[in-house]
């Protein structure tokens, strides 16, 4: 590529960094010949609250982190559907709404079996 810098150029671009996405980028990143490039949509929700806390999940329907789908108005529905869409750093998994384990588990521990 005339005039791009080695920077710019990548053997791989991955479109969607939601579940599949960065697990697909680490793995090709194992080789240390191979560039990978992951893009996704929106901005970034590195350390942003309302992403790491599930319940902050509803500040995030209709935020710069969704993509805010929707259907037409339904017939009987009385009006439309709206379906939420991750559009950050994290894709989909950043509107679910579990937390870490420490979070969803309470402070009870899991014990290895032998």
Avoid: K
């Avoid at 579940?19 to 992951?38: F, Q």
């Avoid at 559009?87 to 937390?99: E, I, K, Q, T």
């Avoid at 870490?100 to 521990?109: I, R």
């Amino acid at each position: 590529m005339a005039g791009a810098a080695d920077s710019d150029i990548h053997d791989v671009v991955i479109v969607g960094g939601g579940t599949a996405g960065p697990v697909l980028a680490g793995r090709l990143s194992e080789d240390p010949d191979v560039r990978v490039c992951l893009v996704e949509g929106g901005p970034s929700d590195v350390g942003d609250e309302r992403v790491l806390r599930p319940r902050n999940r509803l500040g995030l329907l209709e935020s710069e982190f969704d993509y805010d789908y929707g259907t037409v108005p339904q017939p009987r529905g009385n009006s439309h559907i709206r379906y939420a869409a991750g559009r950050c750093s994290a894709g989909a998994p950043s509107l679910d709404a579990r937390g870490s384990g420490t979070e969803w588990m309470g402070g009870h521990a899991c014990r290895p079996t032998t």
